[in-house]
């Protein structure tokens, strides 16, 4: 999990970048409205669009956009149609890559993701080239000052956690996505708020990353990230501490 912390936190810095410019509210629209299409609209039984609503009102997203956004998916009111997709493919140094998209032009989204992929060095794959490497896990971050490490492993545990990880002042709590709406609750409970909570793929090995070619996966994954269809990206590097913090600067 070696840097992971930090790099969820430098997308954090970013998505509250892309929120004043109005980016990150379409990407949650499309979440909320694929979710209630799914689900229905109900986020007490419908755990994806509960986060996702969540997702919403972290980013301050103004309550009517959310509304609409459920109305879209339940087919209350006309809206976009979505299709879930997810790419696959390598960056510099062998990195692999998944890319999880929401789009309604899927010749569109291939065509803008091979080229960013073409000009950072990296390259499209076919299908399970890389997936196979990932494990969909829960992955829940808080601030180590908030709890002592023990009685987190404990609470962790007994509702349902794999493993609790200490990286910085951040602790990360791993679970099958199915508990971790459970263990956030009772987080929530014991008056600890999460700073990230969601289900996300974790490598099962990682690529060492150093000099240049860690430069330029970090901008691979910002300019990936940027692209309007996309919704996550997740990868395989392990990149020094110090340069991660030199991208959150």
Wanted: hydrophobic residues 40%.
């Amino acid at each position: 999990m070696s840097g992971h912390s930090k790099w969820v936190n430098i997308r954090i810095r970013k998505q509250s970048q892309d929120a004043r410019k109005g980016k990150l509210f379409a990407k949650v629209a499309r979440e909320i409205i694929v979710a209630a299409r799914q689900g229905g609209g109900n986020p007490d039984v419908n755990h994806r669009l509960r986060f996702a609503i969540e997702k919403a009102r972290d980013v301050s997203m103004p309550i009517d956009n959310i509304k609409r956004a459920v109305q879209r998916g339940t087919g209350e009111i006309a809206g976009v149609s979505y299709d879930e997709v997810t790419y696959e493919g390598y960056g510099p140094g062998g990195v692999a890559i998944l890319i999880r998209v929401l789009t309604d032009n899927r010749n569109r989204t291939v065509s803008d993701i091979r080229r960013t992929l073409a000009k950072n060095g990296g390259r499209l794959g076919e299908s399970n080239c890389v997936a196979w490497m990932f494990d969909p896990r829960g992955v829940i971050t808080l601030p180590r000052r908030d709890i002592e490490e023990d009685a987190l492993l404990e609470l962790a545990l007994e509702t349902g956690a794999q493993d609790v990880r200490t990286e910085g002042d951040t602790y990360e709590v791993i679970c099958p996505p199915s508990q971790l709406d459970t263990i956030r609750q009772a987080l929530l409970a014991r008056g600890l708020t999460p700073a990230s909570a969601e289900v996300t793929m974790l490598p099962q090995t990682r690529v060492s990353l150093d000099g240049s070619e860690a430069h330029q996966v970090l901008r691979l994954m910002d300019q990936i990230e940027d692209l309007e269809d996309v919704q996550q990206v997740y990868a395989n590097f392990d990149i020094p501490d110090a340069l991660l913090q030199e991208a959150a600067a």
